[in-house]
């Protein structure tokens, strides 16, 4: 599976993102990030649920994923299932925008991986 925030990775980005958060949350580019972590860290449930997942997890922020999937074409953040050299959406941005909380989200996913 992989984790794909729109966001910038490293220190720095994630100070500045914090600051975003918690000054202007409704102009957040990442919904994702807004889900799953805090202001200055990872959800814990969220680190549960990456736990379980029975499947290799992969983590990418926008720069890295554009790189190793320079031909993927999605609107970012976004929930993916790699399946060989290809990956399939499991949740898109949209649909990011309109979940409520962490516990929502991993609901989804898990309906979305028994599914397939």
């Known amino acids: 599976m992989l984790i794909v925030y729109n966001a910038e990775a490293g220190i720095a980005a994630g100070i500045k993102d ?9 102009t957040y580019p990442c919904s994702l990030c807004a ?3 805090g202001t200055v860290r990872m ?12 499947m290799d997890v992969r983590v990418y922020h926008r ?3 554009r790189e190793r999937y320079p031909d993927l074409h999605i609107e970012l953040p976004a929930v ?4 060989g050299r290809s990956a399939q959406l499991l949740i898109g941005a949209d649909e990011l ?13 898990g309906a979305r991986l028994q599914g397939r």
């Open 18 to 26: 914090s600051i975003h958060k918690l000054l202007k949350p409704d």
């Open 80 to 83: 993916l299932a790699e399946e």
């Open 43 to 54: 959800d814990p449930a969220w680190k549960r649920f990456l736990a379980r997942v029975p």
């Open 97 to 109: 925008r309109t979940l409520a909380g962490v516990d929502a989200l991993t609901a989804r996913i």
């Open 63 to 65: 720069p890295d994923f």
């Open 35 to 37: 889900l799953t972590h």
